[in-house]
């Protein structure tokens, strides 16, 4: 079993929707839990952060994270083209210890 | 203001040739990291500085050899060059491990 485990997709939704992105994680000492968009050709940059349970939410992206459950999502609300992209859950433990990254999941918004 | 730098943008070589490819992030961070990112878009870690410390030395050949002369700088050496080392390669920071930035890649082909 993968440490961190993503949607392989590639998931494809039409502008305006809701897109859903799904993480699960297996260490349970896990305490941060990152996103990462990347586009093709470029370098991973950060979107979302989330600490505590329940729900983050800045702008149109939307961060859930259940621990019980081990798991974490990245909704994108009113889906636009400029989103498509590859996208990288990251789970680490405290202090400055490894992130371990997921395999990604590609996301693409058609018009 | 480029946050996290990283030179070579682009490497080509002969298989057994030796290449360095030097990060440099003006962040204030305490934390660097090497990553490969291979075809398949798979992002794996390969080493971590904390404050001039390895913390963080994964699984990889040791014709790898990182170097961080600071904690602004961390450069990555390469012997023996293989064709599977053929990847994109990314310099990463972080202030003790929290969200990372990341340098634009270095593209490393083997021929």
């Known amino acids: 079993q993968k440490e961190v485990e993503q949607n392989s997709g590639p998931l494809s939704v039409p502008e305006g929707a809701i897109a859903s992105l799904n993480c699960t994680y297996s260490?349970?000492?896990?305490?941060?839990f990152f996103w990462y968009r990347q586009y093709s050709g470029k370098s991973p940059e950060l979107i979302m952060f989330i600490y505590s349970n329940g729900d983050k939410e800045d702008g149109r992206f939307t961060a859930q994270l259940n621990k019980a459950s081990q798991y974490v999502s990245l909704l994108i609300r009113d889906s636009q083209p400029s989103d498509s992209a590859t996208y990288l859950c990251?789970?680490?433990?405290?202090?400055?210890?490894?992130?371990?990254f997921g395999d990604g999941t590609t996301l693409t918004v058609k018009p | 203001d480029t946050a996290v730098s990283q030179t070579p943008k682009y490497l080509v070589t002969q298989m057994g040739n030796d290449k360095s490819i030097k990060c440099e992030q003006n962040l204030g961070h305490d934390t660097m990291y090497w990553y490969k990112q291979d075809s398949k878009k798979f992002l794996k870690i390969m080493f971590s500085?904390?404050?001039?410390?390895?913390?963080i030395n994964e699984t990889v050949p040791n014709r790898f050899s990182p170097k961080s002369p600071d904690k602004a700088h961390l450069n990555l050496h390469i012997n023996s060059l293989e064709l599977g080392d053929s990847a994109v390669y990314f310099c990463?920071?972080?202030?003790?491990?929290?969200?990372?930035?990341f340098g634009p890649g270095t593209r490393l082909t083997v021929l």
């Open positions: 500085y904390n404050n001039k410390e390895l913390i």
């Open positions: 990251a789970v680490k433990r405290s202090g400055a210890g490894k992130s371990t």
């Open positions: 260490d349970r000492g896990s305490q941060s």
């Open positions: 990463a920071s972080s202030r003790s491990g929290d969200e990372q930035f």
